[in-house]
Structure formats: structure tokens, C-alpha cells
């Protein structure tokens, strides 16, 4: 069992930076890769990034491509997604997910999930 908690959101102009976290729980966080989707009112859940378990590969949704990066650190159990250039088509609701073993990009192929953190950009 994993228990993710997202952190780090908020409101931004446009053009700024947000660093998101998420948390995770359990002994084997190592072995998960991390996935970070959105969703956007009236939108489908989509995928932004995903870090595999060493975070020695990560893949982007081409929106973000240049702007987002996805870290983590396993010794602290967490995930990072710095967002950089932020625009308002960014908003949405984040949430990160776990999976073990392979990178994956579709949501219903993640296990666990967090509660998700709002991001808003002004423009």
C-alpha cells in the first residue's frame, strides 16, 4: 500500500514558477514509478511526466516539454515537478500517482493516487 500527498500548489501570473511535492509512504517507494497527471474543469485527466524508480528516465507530454522537470529523491521518499514558463492553460487540479515497475502515461494504469493540489495561473 502507498499513500501519495501532493503539496505545493497555488495561484501564479503567468510566466512564474510553482514547485510541486508529493510525499509518499511505504518501504519500497524505490521500486514505483511516479506519474504526475492533470485535469482541468469539464477536461479529461491527462498525463503531464512520468520518473522511474532509479529517476534515471523520465518522459514529458509534449505541452510541458522545456518547462516541467521531474525529480526525485528516494532517500525522502518524494517527488518533485518544478514548473517553469507557467501559462494559463497549466490550471488544473494535479495529482501524482505510483505504479510499480514500467513507466506508463494512461491513468488507469497507476495503483495509487493522491489527493490532488490546485494550480491556477493568472494571465
Known amino acids: 500500500q502507498v499513500q501519495l500527498v501532493e503539496s505545493g500548489g497555488g495561484l501564479v501570473q503567468a510566466g512564474g514558477s510553482l514547485r510541486l511535492s508529493c510525499a509518499a509512504s511505504?518501504?519500497?517507494?524505490?521500486?514505483?514509478?511516479m506519474g504526475w497527471f492533470r485535469q482541468a474543469p469539464g477536461k479529461e485527466r491527462e498525463f503531464v511526466a512520468v520518473i522511474s524508480g532509479s529517476g534515471g528516465t523520465t518522459y514529458y507530454a509534449d505541452s510541458v516539454k522545456g518547462r516541467f522537470t521531474l525529480s526525485r529523491d528516494n532517500a525522502k521518499d518524494t517527488v518533485y515537478l518544478q514548473m517553469n514558463s507557467l501559462k494559463p492553460e497549466d490550471t488544473a487540479v494535479y495529482y501524482c500517482?505510483?505504479?510499480?515497475?514500467?513507466?506508463?502515461?494512461?491513468?488507469?494504469?497507476?495503483?495509487?493516487w493522491g489527493q490532488g493540489t490546485q494550480v491556477t495561473v493568472s494571465s
Open positions: 511505504g518501504r519500497t517507494f524505490s521500486t514505483y514509478a
Open positions: 500517482a505510483a505504479r510499480p515497475g514500467i513507466l506508463r502515461r494512461t491513468p488507469g494504469q497507476y495503483n495509487y
